[in-house]
């Protein structure tokens, strides 16, 4: 279906040396792309980087520091598209929780969204986009994800925001629900039976699959009249 579209373009990845952003960074590479990764930890980033191939590169970035994220794009004068992947999501009690866990969940998603924003748009191309990355829990909070839920929701009201001042380049969010990926296996204590009983709690009975990310954000670059969009990969969850 997406044979080659990504052909001679640029895609930057902001989290992409692992889960959701690894997985599309491979996916643009098979259509053809020329892919920069980022993430904060160097380990990571050259685990992710050896099978990915000589079309990729990648460098150390942390979304939360502008200055950061600026050094990430500094030499690349062209980018065809952008995909942010990358937030730090600390479960805290609004009323009475830690500030500093609140303030890391709206620092990495919703500044580290406006961060990349605002490097990537002197640089993107005419008939480029940006996609970027929200969580199922806008649409479902639950206690202690308030800040997680708020950080999700400012950031697709960002994209329908940019519609105008990011034009004619498009700009996408991705809502996932719970997705198989290194993320959700910390989570759940890296238990097989508590991800096959999550899977079960699920309208299709399975978790999304970081390659379910990947397909949708392939189709958010190359769908030209796709912009302002929200796009739930939840498998309807939000719904049950
Ligand atoms: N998996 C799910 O069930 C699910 C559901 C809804 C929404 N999401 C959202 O989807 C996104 C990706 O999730 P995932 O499951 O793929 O997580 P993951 O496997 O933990 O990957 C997260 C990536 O982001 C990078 N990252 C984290 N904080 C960063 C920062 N401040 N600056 C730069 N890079 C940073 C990580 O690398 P370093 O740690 O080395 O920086 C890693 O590359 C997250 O925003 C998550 O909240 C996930």
């Known amino acids: 279906m997406f044979d080659s579209f990504l052909q001679g373009q640029q895609v930057l990845v902001l989290g992409g040396t692992s889960g959701l952003g690894l ?17 904060r930890d160097p380990q990571r980033l050259a685990d992710a980087l050896a099978p990915l191939g000589p079309k990729a590169s990648g460098a150390c970035v942390d979304l939360t520091d502008e200055g950061s994220v600026q050094a990430f ?104 629900g719970p997705m198989h990926t290194p993320l959700l296996e910390r989570a759940l204590g890296g238990q097989a039976q508590a991800l096959q009983g999550l899977a079960d709690l699920q309208p299709l009975k399975r978790l999304g699959q970081a390659e379910d990310f990947a397909q949708t954000a392939l189709f958010a670059m190359g769908n030209r009249q796709l912009n302002g969009a929200v796009l739930h990969l939840d498998g309807g969850a939000r719904w049950a």
């Open 73 to 176: 794009f500094a030499s690349f004068p062209r980018v065809d598209h952008l995909v942010v992947c990358a937030a730090n999501n600390l479960p805290a009690r609004l009323i009475d929780g830690d500030l500093a866990a609140l303030r890391t969940s709206l620092d990495s998603r919703f500044w580290g969204a406006v961060h990349a924003l605002r490097a990537v748009a002197p640089r993107l191309a005419p008939e480029g986009s940006v996609v970027l990355t929200s969580g199922m829990v806008s649409q479902r909070p639950r206690p202690g994800m308030a800040m997680v839920a708020a950080a999700a929701c400012a950031v697709e009201s960002l994209a329908r925001s940019l519609v105008g001042e990011l034009a004619p380049r498009r700009i996408n969010v991705i809502n996932p």
């Open 23 to 39: 997985a599309t960074a491979a996916g643009a590479l098979r259509a053809g792309a020329q892919v920069h990764v980022g993430g």
